[in-house]
């Protein structure tokens, strides 16, 4: 095995298309002082891009988003397997109990 050889084939190969842009200028949102995990913001005109987990996006005005973002946050923390979202009212949410487990149901047909 050529060594200098394959190094050489190695550099000379036809770019692949593969770029690192950045730096991207992001915001982690956080409800209560709390971060919401899967959670990112964008300033956008006359309000915020929210995108969760990377894949989903939306756009909000400034007053949509303060009602909206408490429940997102929520949803969120119930999905994790936890009570709620820390708020005031709760600010050590508890872990619920283990998920049931999903069954199938069948039917017998009867003649």
Known sequence: MDTA????ALFSRTASGLEYVGPME???VAVNGRQVPFLQAFPAEGGVHLTLDQRFGL????DEAERMIPFIA???AVALGYTCHPNPDCPEPGRRP???HMERLTLDEAD
């Open 5 to 8: 050889k394959n190094l050489t």
């Open 26 to 28: 992001t915001f982690l």
């Open 59 to 62: 756009d909000l005005s400034a």
């Open 74 to 76: 929520d949803c969120i």
């Open 98 to 100: 283990a998920f049931p």
